[in-house]
């Protein structure tokens, strides 16, 4: 079955802080990887997408790495913002048959001042 | 503007009693989708149409339906509604690239007493 686990469920960091949040997935064959931003109570937006042949793709403060590999990838936020409270959610779609994405749980930032 | 539109953005109703939740987006998209986001469950797919009068069931179909007669147009339809589809619902549209970012609307909170 294809699943996208997310880590860690929940961060707290200071502004001006970086952080990394994790995504490792079981998506089988993969087409491509993305990184969403979802402020609450709001519809989530791309923030990066990714391909097999690419491992990383840099979004102003938010880089994401891909490993495909190990089937990891990672977002990184430098600088952190107050803005940047939001889930993170990582989305991993198939190549295959059906066009069904795959979305992970995501990853409650909260930026403290 | 380039968007995507849900109506009505908030919604309580009782039991049983049929509703529709529309969506319309203005970017001449093909593939539109509706997903439900749940508390500790993140974002799943209820359907998804690849273009006019072409649907299909996501992850979570059961109890929900939906037409596309206009590629504009991708309302979602409960036709006895039941607590356990108290949610809040997305929209989203892309072009028929995988790659292509999906542009979410705004969420419709449904609540079903």
């Known amino acids: 079955k294809n699943q996208v686990e997310q880590s860690p469920q929940s961060l707290i960091i200071l502004e001006g802080k970086n952080c990394t949040l994790q995504?490792?997935?079981?998506?089988?064959?993969?087409?491509?990887l993305r990184w969403y931003k979802q402020d609450t109570g709001r519809g989530p937006v791309s923030l990066t997408i990714?391909?097999?042949?690419?491992n990383t793709k840099s979004n102003g403060r938010y880089t994401a790495t891909l490993d495909a590999d190990t089937k990891q990838s990672s977002l990184h936020i430098t600088a952190s913002q107050l803005s940047d409270s939001a889930s993170y959610i990582c989305?991993?779609?198939?190549?295959?048959?059906?066009?069904?994405?795959?979305f992970g749980r995501g990853t409650s930032l909260i930026v403290h001042p | 503007e380039a968007q995507v539109t849900q109506n009505p953005r908030y919604l309580i109703t009782v039991t049983g009693k049929k509703l529709t939740v529309t969506c319309s987006q203005n970017?001449?998209?093909?593939?539109m989708s509706w997903y439900r986001q749940d508390p500790g469950l993140g974002l799943r797919q209820i359907y998804y149409?690849?273009?006019?009068?072409?649907?299909d069931k996501g992850d979570v179909p059961e109890g929900y339906k939906v037409s596309r007669k206009e590629k504009r147009n991708f309302p979602l339809i409960l036709e006895s509604p039941s607590p356990n589809q108290t949610s809040l619902y997305f929209c989203?549209?892309?072009?028929?690239?995988?790659?292509?970012?999906?542009?979410f609307g705004p969420g419709t909170r449904l609540t079903v007493t």
């Open positions: 989203a549209s892309s072009s028929h690239d995988r790659r292509a970012e999906q542009y």
């Open positions: 995504c490792n997935y079981t998506v089988s064959p993969f087409s491509n």
């Open positions: 990714m391909t097999f042949s690419e």
């Open positions: 989305v991993v779609t198939t190549s295959g048959g059906s066009y069904i994405p795959t």
């Open positions: 970017m001449n998209h093909e593939y």
């Open positions: 149409s690849m273009n006019v009068e072409v649907t």
